[in-house]
């Protein structure tokens, strides 16, 4: 018997009982337009609710939807930057109904559907713990190429330059470095500590949807790193058929050329049960020298990356979502000559093949209960350099011989689940939807650098467990209580992270949250640590001590938001107040020189250490025109006692490299569809910043000394003009501006070979021109 011919046949016969399911005999057909303020919208989303059924309209603003079921539906248009509108249709067999719609502009998203601090879709003002959004159009009105150019556009958030030689950078949320939040994509884990160093800079903001923000550490069921807080990098799913293509090119300081394009792609079935969003991004950026010494202050970047987010809806309740991307970045820094980087005085030079991927499989088992699994993971190779050329004779050419290349290979995989269910009238008074989960993270880092006698050979596995109550106790109270076990394999005994907040509502307009939560960090090597310095005329390194313990936490904050919106202006503001205490907190103490000469840096348990302060956040949109929205935080850092940063000084109890205050604003004036205008600033305030010298080197200080550094406001503008290309359906965007406009860039960096590479600060690039071109439909 052919089992393959009787397999085909009965497949055969199985699509042709679907085909026939699907269309039916009813001839069933809804047509209709989509109008706003008299013109008609093009691809905008039409579908009927609860089902696979749905298309988008034409060029035109038309559309139609046939071979539809008999029965009654709501039938619902929707397209970003419009309020969403349903209506109720009755179909039956045989007939064509018309269905016109009207839609109305969103004056501001003030309510958008979040998931990143309850684990669970909510409404931003139905959230017991504050999120913050940031979307793709204030991305683009700051002109941002990669995540971390766009996240200090956030209350509460910094985003810090932390070498002048090779650039890393590190994310700062409420006082806290880098260390202490979790870098999320997609809700998922996948940012280890060696991804960390570039990652969000590695990142194009082509891929991004929107960046959902919890700061402090109410975000406590994300485990071990979410002290500070949690941001969310959520990409692109297709919404409908489109394309985008952009150019930007910049000068920077007047000199050196950074050149990106980048082309984004969805499509949609139609009947919106399956879609595709595919990114490419290319960057070219040459080594830019601020002080004239020929050693660069910003590396050379050439970066091509690539990738893809899609769904697929299996039925009305079950849906597979899948993302990856794959990167290569070359990056180079240090004296700026011709040939390989040894032969250079001092340099830094990083090759990273990153690829990174994830799954979601959802079931909706009913209107109150639902299953999610996961898995997602990243894999990096790099191979890198770090070097500092002896002046001469028999060490320069034991140096030549064995220049200090070194390898790195780290991965990171994460597997989980969760199950939301919800009970109506719970304890008689409102719904309760309660969270379980389960996941596992493993990271494996292997970074090696022979000549320095350099090692990290680390794997870190941690298998968490949590629960959560989410209780609308009444329409104005709500109560989310939950606690997570971590098993994580640096520390000997599980720990329990509970936490509490409460969310009330004295009126419409209004929301008071306040929370309670406890978080830890495992005793092992962070982003920070894995990076190698020059200081003091030499290469310093980070070590662990033997006896490192786990660091704990307890957060509490309290905020107040107030919207009120009418029919074409709304304003609002949000204050908060938090107070983190830190218990066996981790301090960096200089300690000496290894057997290689390079200078050590241990990291050590110290004793307490706190960080409390205020957030205030203003926003306003009159008459969907002109939109201002902007942060300010107040704080202090502090160790209950003195770290010994060096040994030529006396110790410091308040935090380095933290400013007491910093802020941001955003203003975009909008006065029809085709110009728009925007500006937006940084503001960074006087901080610590820690300067290592050399005796005797006229490009560095005599001796080690604690810098006060002055504040900085960083002022950026950007204009852009909209043609429509009526006969291909498209239109094109002609943009410009500048970044830094009035230049407040350091001014004192070190000079020659035995710069201090850490004595940075201010903002990341100085005064920069830029134009461009985008073309999209």
Not at 238 to 254: A, D
Not at 476 to 501: C, E, M, W, Y
Not at 512 to 521: A, D, E, K, N, V
Request: glycine letters at 8%; aromatic letters at 12%.
């Amino acid at each position: 018997m052919n089992y393959i011919r009787i397999f085909t046949v009965l497949i055969l016969m199985l699509t042709l009982k679907l085909a026939y399911s699907q269309t039916g005999p009813n001839d069933v057909v809804i047509t209709g337009h989509v109008v706003s303020k008299g013109e008609h919208i093009p691809f905008v989303n039409i579908y009927l609710e609860g089902t696979n059924y749905g298309t988008t309209t034409d060029v035109t603003g038309h559309y139609m939807l046939v071979d539809l079921p008999v029965g009654e539906f709501i039938l619902v248009a929707k397209m970003v930057g419009f309020k969403e509108q349903k209506k109720n249709v009755v179909l039956e067999a045989n007939k064509t109904l018309e269905v016109k719609f009207e839609l109305e502009e969103d004056v501001i998203r003030m309510d958008e559907v979040v998931i990143t601090g309850t684990k669970t879709f909510k409404r931003q003002t139905e959230s017991a713990v504050i999120v913050n959004v940031l979307d793709n159009k204030t991305i683009k009105n700051v002109a941002a190429q990669t995540i971390s150019e766009s996240l200090s556009f956030q209350p509460g958030l910094r985003m810090e330059t932390d070498c002048q030689t090779c650039n890393y950078t590190q994310l700062r949320m409420n006082g806290l470095g880098g260390a202490y939040s979790q870098i999320l994509i997609n809700s998922r884990s996948v940012f280890s500590p060696l991804t960390g160093l570039y990652g969000l800079e590695q990142l194009p903001t082509a891929l991004v949807e929107r960046i959902e923000v919890v700061r402090g550490g109410a975000s406590a069921l994300y485990g071990s790193s979410a002290i500070g807080g949690t941001v969310n990098i959520i990409t692109k799913l297709p919404q409908r058929n489109s394309y985008e293509v952009t150019s930007n090119n910049q000068i920077i300081g007047g000199e050196a050329l950074d050149y990106n394009v980048n082309g984004t792609l969805t499509a949609l079935s139609q009947k919106r049960n399956a879609g595709m969003a595919l990114y490419a991004f290319h960057r070219e950026r040459e080594a830019y020298d601020h002080n004239g010494d020929n050693f660069s202050e910003l590396p050379e970047i050439t970066n091509n990356s690539f990738g893809l987010n899609s769904f697929f809806k299996i039925d009305e309740d079950q849906k597979i979502e899948a993302n990856f991307s794959a990167t290569n970045e070359y990056r180079y820094g240090g004296e700026m000559i011709e040939g390989p980087a040894y032969l250079a005085k001092q340099s830094e030079e990083r090759t990273h093949d990153i690829i990174m991927g994830g799954a979601d499989y959802e079931n909706n088992f009913s209107t109150r209960t639902s299953l999610v699994l996961y898995t997602a993971g990243q894999y990096t190779k790099r191979k890198h350099f770090t070097g500092i050329a002896p002046d001469g004779g028999e060490e320069l050419q034991a140096y030549n011989n064995a220049p200090p290349y070194g390898h790195s290979k780290n991965y990171t995989y994460q597997f989980g689940s969760q199950l939301n269910h919800a009970i109506n009238d719970f304890a008689g008074s409102g719904t309760n939807i309660f969270t379980f989960g389960l996941e596992y993270v493993v990271d494996d880092v292997y970074d090696q650098i022979e000549a320095y006698d350099y090692l990290i050979d680390q794997n870190t596995k941690n298998l968490g467990a949590f629960v959560q109550s989410d209780w609308s106790v009444t329409q104005r109270a709500t109560v989310l209580a939950g606690i997570r076990a971590d098993k994580h394999n640096f520390v000997d005994k599980l720990i329990f992270n509970p936490r509490v907040s409460l969310l009330l509502k004295p009126n419409l307009n209004s929301q008071l949250r306040m929370s309670w939560s406890t978080g830890f960090r495992a005793p092992q090597a962070f982003d920070a640590d894995m990076h190698i310095a020059f200081a003091g005329g030499g290469i310093q390194t980070v070590q662990l001590a033997n006896d490192l313990s786990e660091e704990k936490s307890q957060s509490w904050s309290t905020s107040f938001n107030w919207d009120q919106p009418t029919e074409k202006h709304i304003i609002g503001f949000t204050l908060e107040g938090f107070y983190t205490q830190l218990k066996d907190a981790f301090i960096l103490e200089e300690i000496g020189t290894n057997e290689a000469g390079n200078s050590l840096m241990e990291k050590r348990n110290g004793g307490k250490s706190t960080v409390y302060g205020t957030t205030f956040e203003a926003r306003a949109n009159f008459n969907r025109k002109l939109q201002i929205e902007g942060g300010l935080t107040l704080q202090k850092s502090e160790y209950d006692e003195a770290v010994t940063w060096s040994e030529e000084l006396p110790g410091e109890k308040n935090y380095l490299r933290t400013p007491e205050t910093y802020g941001y604003y955003t203003l975009s004036w909008t006065p029809d569809q085709r110009f728009s205008a925007a500006l937006s600033g940084v503001y960074t305030g006087r901080m610590l910043v820690p300067h290592y010298g050399l005796a005797g080197d006229i490009g560095t200080p005599e001796m080690d000394e604690l810098f006060n550094s002055p504040s900085f406001m960083e002022t950026n503008i950007k204009l852009a003009y909209t043609f429509s290309l009526k006969r291909i359906d498209s239109s094109i965007e002609i943009f410009g501006g500048v970044s830094n406009l009035f230049d407040a860039y350091q001014n004192d960096f070190d000079s020659g070979k035995n710069r201090d590479s850490g004595y940075i600060y201010g903002p990341a690039k100085p005064r920069t021109l830029f134009f461009g071109i985008k073309l999209f439909n």
